[in-house]
């Protein structure tokens, strides 16, 4: 079973960056279309962004388009999430996962990890 570990949260003033790192084990992401997901305080787990196996194409979620960029590294097996101009509303544990399809409405694939903790503050 694929363990998945996400790194690189943390607190942050609105308007900076942080590089979000998700890594495997157990397992590989090649031939898997990735994705990113969060879960604010108090609401659900939401579709962030995802990108497909090759990492030719990718798509985001509304809010985030334009600030956030997803990429990948399939050799070191592991897929990145630069997060630029963060917003008090971008405070979530952010999630990835491997997709059944390469939609932000797919199911994930293997079990969750911990998450990072993404905190902006005003």
């Known amino acids: 079973q694929v363990q998945l570990v996400e790194s690189g949260g943390g607190l942050v003033q609105a308007g900076g960056s942080l590089r979000l790192s998700c890594a495997a084990s157990?397992?590989?992401?090649?031939?898997?279309?990735m994705g990113w997901f969060r879960q604010p305080p108090g609401k659900e787990r939401e579709f962030v962004a995802a990108?497909?196996?090759?990492?030719?194409?990718?798509i985001f979620e509304d809010s985030v388009k334009g600030r956030f960029t997803i990429s990948r590294d399939n050799g070191k097996n592991t897929v990145f999430l630069q997060m630029n101009n963060l917003k008090t509303e971008d405070t979530a544990v952010y999630y990835c996962?491997?997709?059944?399809?390469?939609?932000?409405?797919?199911?994930?694939?293997?079990?969750w990890g911990q998450g990072t903790q993404v905190t902006v503050s005003s």
């Open positions: 996962n491997a997709l059944l399809q390469f939609s932000e409405y797919s199911a994930p694939i293997w079990n």
């Open positions: 157990g397992g590989t992401f090649n031939g898997y279309d």
């Open positions: 990108i497909r196996w090759s990492g030719g194409l990718t």
